[in-house]
């Protein structure tokens, strides 16, 4: 793996010798993703080079006011074939996907789009199994935004207000709050830097966090008060149904950040939130760091961080409670194997 300011020297090499840009993320994307984006496209504007964004489907409304005007398309919004998205796609020199390193995270239909192109490269932070000369990845940046904002430092741009308002939201998001112990020295001097243009911080964090609707409060509570501890008192989780969403009318994506407050208990190690998705359930898993959760959620097939990971996997409606036993001692086990480790 390269040394990371080798890393960024050469991807602003490349991205600096092309002339017509698509950008890209994850599908449901998050702050990381669009934040990220959304800073590209306007630092890239200004050394006259083409970046176009494209989404496999609607940016949630709680992400748009990232994009500082940045416009978007999205796949949902075309009736395209899978030809015609391929050929679209083509005219362009070079496709940069940010927060995430696989190409079938981009979604069903922008992936076909994405696989005969011959120059499809990746920004991320998260780890990465298979790596290539397509790949840069920097597991020690706390966000895709961190990695975004050192890149343009290499390329002299000066940050304006948008973009530092973009960086410093993704990464506020992706660190919860700097909590997360993937927060650097470097994560700080960038912060610093965004503050020099004079973004408000309050208002980037109420923008996520600091203004809600009773009724997603009552939510919040209800879940919390149905929060369970396995005997150990070192695993705590909570479920998000659908049933609670219809009942508090309440998004799925407003809950991202429940999980957080399992944290704040007394001797948790994993914390754990299932939220039901049709036929599917979401495991998000977080920890203070001394327990490797991307490596536990690879075990079902996901990944992430240590200390923030999440896996997807189909969800009996009829056996729930079996579900969640055969989760839990999956949980349990893998502890007990770290604590033989």
Known sequence: MMHPHQLYEKLAKIILSHKKILCTTHVHPDADGIGSCAALHMALSLKKISCDLLLESDLHPRYQHLLKGVPYKSLSDYPLTEEEIKQNILQYDLVIVVDTNKISRVGARLSIGLTEHSKVIYVDHHPCKNLTEFHYID???????????????????????????????????????????????????????????????TA??????GTKKLHHVHLLGHILK???????????????????????????????????????????????????????????????????????????????HSHSAAAVLEYPLEDSEIFEKKMLLSIERFLQTQNDG
């Not at 980037?204 to 966090?209: E, I, K, R, T």
Request: aromatic fraction near 8%; charged fraction near 20%; charge should be negative.
């Open 139 to 201: 597991q020690e940046a706390a966000a895709t935004a961190e990695m975004v904002g050192s890149l343009l430092q290499l390329m002299n741009i000066t940050f304006s207000r948008a973009m530092a308002d973009a960086l410093y939201s993704a990464i506020l998001i992706d660190t919860n709050v700097f909590r997360y112990p993937s927060v650097r020295p470097n994560t700080h001097k960038l912060i610093a830097e965004f503050l020099e243009t004079g973004i408000v911080v």
């Open 204 to 209: 980037a964090y109420n923008a996520f966090n």
């Open 226 to 304: 149905s929060c369970q501890l396995n005997d150990q008192q070192n695993v705590a989780w909570i479920w998000i149904r659908e049933s609670d969403l219809m009942e508090y009318q309440t998004d799925l994506e407003e809950t991202h950040a429940f999980i957080n407050n399992l944290l704040a208990l007394e001797g948790v190690k994993v914390a754990c939130m299932f939220r039901q998705d049709g036929t599917r359930v979401k495991i998000s898993l977080r920890s203070r760091g001394e327990v490797d959760v991307g490596l536990l959620a690879s075990l079902w097939g996901g990944g992430g």
